[in-house]
């Protein structure tokens, strides 16, 4: 049983992907990260930080096909890409330097996954749903002052706004990353608004 695997370069990948129509990609980063922080066009999601899902999905997949296997650095995609290995899987690829080389490519920013135009018209139209809800909390907040309501239910209505808010800022970042990314300036805003609303 082999327990080896094939380290590649992102412009090596990129050929792969082109060329390889069976290929199949596993991001192996956590859910927040493919969701907000761009992923490879195609990928699919296997947390390598959730062991016992990891290998419970990788057992379900074909030992022979080809698997391009990547992360963020570099890091977790090594050592998934050897447990895959060590379990018989014969055609392992992983990306050196994972996403963040990746992206660092100009030429390879705009093949960050995109959303089709059916899929944006729903993303927005999820958003502005979101919008109309939160719109209707501040109506009614508005009212309550007016009325003289206790100030400890305006205050849970205020919570729910911004949760609500919360909720909606992970849409639109979420829209932006499979949507808006197509210069290194766009990338560059992308990081910087993740920054600030995690902080």
Same mark, same amino acid.
């Given at each position: 049983?082999?327990?080896?695997?094939?380290? *590649?370069?992102?412009?090596?990948?990129?050929?792969?992907?082109?060329?390889?129509?069976?290929?199949?990609? *596993?991001?192996?980063?956590?859910?927040?990260?493919?969701?907000?922080?761009?992923?490879?066009?195609?990928?699919?999601? *296997?947390?390598?930080?959730?062991?016992?899902?990891?290998?419970?999905?990788?057992?379900?997949?074909?030992?022979?096909?080809?698997? =391009?296997?990547?992360?963020?650095?570099?890091?977790?995609?090594?050592?998934?890409?050897?447990?895959?290995?060590?379990?018989?899987?014969?055609?392992?690829?992983?990306?050196?330097?994972?996403?963040?080389?990746?992206?660092?490519?100009?030429?390879?920013?705009?093949?960050?996954?995109?959303?089709?135009?059916?899929?944006?018209?729903?993303?927005?139209?999820?958003?502005?749903?979101?919008?109309?809800?939160?719109?209707?909390?501040?109506?009614?907040?508005?009212?309550?002052?007016?009325?003289?309501?206790?100030?400890?239910?305006?205050?849970?209505?205020?919570?729910?706004?911004?949760?609500? =808010?919360?909720?909606?800022?992970?849409? *639109?970042?979420?829209?932006?990353?499979?949507?808006?990314?197509?210069?290194?300036?766009?990338?560059?805003?992308?990081?910087?608004?993740?920054?600030?609303?995690?902080?």
């Amino acid at each position: 049983m082999t327990t080896t695997y094939n380290c *590649i370069t992102p412009q090596e990948a990129k050929k792969m992907m082109t060329k390889e129509s069976d290929l199949i990609i *596993i991001d192996v980063r956590t859910e927040k990260e493919f969701l907000y922080e761009g992923r490879l066009d195609g990928a699919i999601l *296997i947390d390598f930080e959730k062991p016992r899902i990891f290998k419970r999905e990788i057992k379900k997949l074909n030992k022979k096909t080809k698997y =391009l296997i990547y992360c963020a650095v570099g890091h977790i995609s090594k050592e998934a890409s050897l447990e895959m290995a060590e379990l018989g899987f014969e055609n392992i690829y992983e990306m050196k330097g994972g996403l963040k080389s990746w992206q660092q490519d100009l030429d390879l920013i705009c093949t960050i996954s995109k959303l089709n135009d059916e899929e944006i018209i729903e993303a927005r139209k999820s958003i502005i749903t979101r919008l109309n809800k939160i719109e209707g909390q501040i109506k009614g907040m508005k009212k309550m002052l007016l009325n003289g309501e206790y100030c400890g239910d305006i205050l849970n209505q205020s919570l729910a706004v911004k949760s609500a =808010l919360n909720s909606t800022n992970q849409e *639109i970042m979420e829209m932006f990353s499979n949507v808006c990314i197509t210069s290194e300036e766009h990338k560059k805003d992308f990081f910087k608004y993740l920054k600030k609303l995690m902080g």
